[in-house]
C-alpha cells in the first residue's frame, strides 16, 4: 500500500474513534445538563480532525515544525468551536425558556377553562332552581290558588333579590379576571369604609338573629378603590352572617399592622375543614363538613380576592375557636 494511501487511512479511523469517543461523552452529559452538551458538542469534530492531521502527520514522516503547524491549526479552531458552542447553548436556552413558557400557559389556560365549565355549571343550576320556585309561585298566583299572596310576593322579592347579587357577582368577577376593570385608586379611611359595609349588612343579621359589631381607629388610610374595597367586605360580612347560627356573633375590626392595614371579618360559623383551605376563594366554593353549604352562588369569596389582588393586597381565611377569620391585609397609605 501507498504510503499516502496508508496515512489517509489511518486519518480516517483516527477521526473516527475520536469522534465516536467524544459523541458516546457528549450524549452521556447530554443526559444530565443538555446546556453543557450544546456547549462541548462543537469541540468534538475539532479534536477529531485535529488527531486525525497529527496521526497521518506522523505516519508520514512530516518535520517537527511542520506537525506543529498542524498543532496550531488545530488549537486556533477552539476558540471558534467555544465561541459556536456558547452560541448553542444560548439557544437552547432560550427555545427551553420559550417552551416552559408555554407549557405554562398552556397549563394556565386549561385551568381557566376548567373554572369556567364547573362556574357555568354551578351557575346554571343555581339559576335554574329559583327560576323553576318562582314560576311555580307566579302561576299559582296566576291561577288564584296561592294560599298567601302575600308570602308568595315576599318570596318572589327575595328570590330576585338573590339572583340580581349572582348576577352583579358574575359580572364583577368577569371584569376583575379578565382586568378590564378600571380602579378608581384614592387614599380612603378604612374606618369610613367599614362603618358604610356594617350598616349595610345589619338588615341581613337582623333578619338572621346575627349580632354585627365591628369598628376601626381613625387614622388608617389606605390607597384604594372604595367601592370595590366595600364590594370585598361586603361580601366577607354576608358570608360571615350567613354561616353564623341565630344568636351567633360577627365581628369586623380594622388595624395598622407595619406598613399594611388589616381588616379582619370574624364569625362563629364552627370553622372550615382544613381540607377546603385551598378551595376557599375558588369560584363556586360554598363549603362543606362544618361549614353547612348556603345560599349563596360560591362568588362572593373568588370576587373577594380578585378586589384584594387588584389592590397589591392579599386575603387569608384561619380557623378559630369558634369559627373562621378572614383578614384582608392593603398596603398603608
Known amino acids: 500500500m ?21 459523541l458516546a461523552g457528549v450524549v452521556a452529559i447530554g443526559r444530565r445538563s443538555p446546556r453543557v452538551a450544546a456547549l462541548i458538542a462543537p469541540l468534538v469534530p475539532v479534536l477529531a480532525v485535529g488527531a486525525a492531521l497529527i496521526v497521518s502527520g506522523r505516519s508520514m514522516f512530516l518535520a517537527e515544525q511542520d506537525l506543529t503547524l498542524l498543532a496550531w491549526i488545530v488549537v486556533s479552531a477552539l476558540p471558534f468551536a467555544v465561541l459556536f458552542g456558547v452560541v448553542a447553548a444560548r439557544r437552547m436556552d432560550e427555545q427551553t425558556r420559550v417552551a416552559a413558557a408555554a407549557a405554562a400557559e398552556l397549563q394556565a389556560s ?58 352583579d357577582d358574575l359580572l364583577a368577577l368577569s371584569r376583575l379576571q379578565s382586568g378590564a376593570l378600571e380602579l378608581r385608586l384614592e ?11 356594617l350598616a349595610s349588612a345589619e338588615p341581613l343579621a337582623r333578619a338572621e338573629q346575627v349580632e354585627l359589631v365591628g369598628d376601626a381607629p381613625a387614622g388608617l388610610r389606605v ?33 395598622a399592622t407595619g406598613d399594611a392595614v388589616t381588616i379582619r371579618v370574624e364569625d362563629e360559623c364552627g370553622g372550615i375543614d382544613e381540607a377546603d383551605f385551598a378551595r ?14 348556603g345560599e349563596g352562588s360560591g362568588l362572593g369569596l373568588a370576587v373577594v380576592q380578585e378586589v384584594v389582588s387588584a389592590h ?19 398596603p398603608r397609605a
Open 2 to 22: 501507498r504510503p499516502e494511501a496508508e496515512a489517509v487511512l489511518i486519518a480516517a479511523g483516527t477521526a473516527a474513534a475520536t469522534g465516536l469517543v467524544g
Open 110 to 167: 386549561q385551568e381557566v377553562e376548567r373554572r369556567r365549565r364547573e362556574m357555568v355549571t354551578w351557575v346554571s343550576h343555581d339559576l335554574r332552581t329559583p327560576l323553576a320556585g318562582m314560576r311555580a309561585m307566579t302561576e299559582a298566583l296566576e291561577d288564584g290558588v296561592a294560599p298567601d299572596p302575600q308570602r308568595y310576593l315576599r318570596q318572589l322579592h327575595s328570590e330576585v333579590d338573590r339572583l340580581s347579587r349572582m348576577v
Open 187 to 197: 387614599e380612603i379611611d378604612v374606618r369610613d369604609v367599614l362603618s358604610d359595609t
Open 223 to 255: 390607597r384604594a378603590d372604595g367601592r370595590e374595597l366595600g364590594r370585598a367586605l361586603t361580601n366577607l360580612l354576608t358570608n360571615a352572617v350567613r354561616h353564623t347560627p341565630t344568636n351567633g356573633q360577627v365581628s369586623a375590626t380594622a388595624e
Open 280 to 293: 376557599v376563594f375558588e369560584p363556586g366554593w360554598r363549603g362543606s363538613a362544618a361549614r353547612t353549604p
Open 312 to 330: 397589591d393586597g392579599e386575603v387569608t381565611v384561619r380557623n378559630t375557636d369558634r369559627g373562621c377569620a378572614f383578614a384582608i391585609r392593603l
